[in-house]
């Protein structure tokens, strides 16, 4: 490749991504597809004026790139800052910074904005701490075999069966999610609306078509789900929850033992999940799921 500024950023980029998986995931380098992919995805922000970006050069070496790239979650923003490359150590005021011109950028101040921070990225984290952020939510990365082997399911039960829901059960999954998150107060789904509704009914058709969901039935209905996706040896839940007449009884646990069974025929290896509910991060440290990703409201 030849050295012009959008691949000397883009070496930059990988080469950070690629050093904070080494702590993670068991396949430490992206796949070669896995890196064109990627590369392609930060040449596109890097050439779209829809994206906010910043960087500085002392010759061919990068230090400091900023890209911030506007995704939605459940109809909330998302920055994806976990971009900062400063070969030279972060400074508070910078930080404090970028995060102003960011938000200017978002022109519509519609939506709460996120951004990202890599959890090795220990400088960037004490920054946040010291400008009084607090993280909003959390990505947790595990890995398949290991989670699986540490999980306490607890013990067959009649009443409650694992099943593989139809694309008839959309409805009941859709109102069992929106009456478990709206019962949590921890959870970062928020306020129900009608946006969120059609975003989750969306989900479901994809993941319940590609037979991706496992349930719990009692007494013929659906008492909870999770829902698995993913790519390459990289599983990923997209959602779990349990109703909230029958938390508390292991359910979820039986839920990650058949979505975890599902990853392995998959041949997925490692697996993500995105949360800021506290029992399944208490529940993460028991099973070794670690954060990956720290979420900042900013
Ligand atoms: C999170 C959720 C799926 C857990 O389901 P559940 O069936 O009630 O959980 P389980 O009974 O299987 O318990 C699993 C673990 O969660 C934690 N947990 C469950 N209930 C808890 C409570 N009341 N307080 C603290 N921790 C709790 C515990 O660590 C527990 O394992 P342990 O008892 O061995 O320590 C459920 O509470 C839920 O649907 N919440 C709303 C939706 C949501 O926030 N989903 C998560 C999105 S990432």
Known sequence: MKPNLNNILLDAY??????????????????????K?????????????SNYKNFEL????????????????FGEKIIMCNTFIFAKGVSAESVKHEIKQIKSFDSTKKLPLFISVLASDLPMLKIMESLGYN????????????VLSRLKVPDNSPEFIVIIPSKRSISELVQGEKAAHQSEATSCVGKWSKKKEAECIKHYRQWLKAKMVVAVKSKNKIIGALAV?????????????VHPKFQGNGISKMLYQAGLQKMKEKKYVDFTGHTSTTKVLNYAKKIN??????????
Not at 58 to 73: E, R
């Open 289 to 298: 799921r670690k954060i990956f990703l720290y979420n900042f409201k900013i």
């Open 14 to 35: 990988i080469r950070d991504i690629n050093q904070a998986r080494k702590q993670y995931f068991t396949q430490k380098k992206f796949t070669k597809k896995k890196g």
């Open 58 to 73: 002392k010759g061919h070496d990068v230090t400091k790139m900023v890209i911030a790239v506007c995704d939605t979650h």
């Open 37 to 49: 992919e990627i590369k392609r995805y930060c040449l596109s922000v890097l050439n779209s004026e």
């Open 135 to 146: 993280p909003w939510s959390y990505n947790l990365v595990g890995k398949v075999d290991d």
């Open 229 to 241: 996706m993913g790519v390459g040896s990289n599983g990923h839940i997209g959602t779990i929850w």
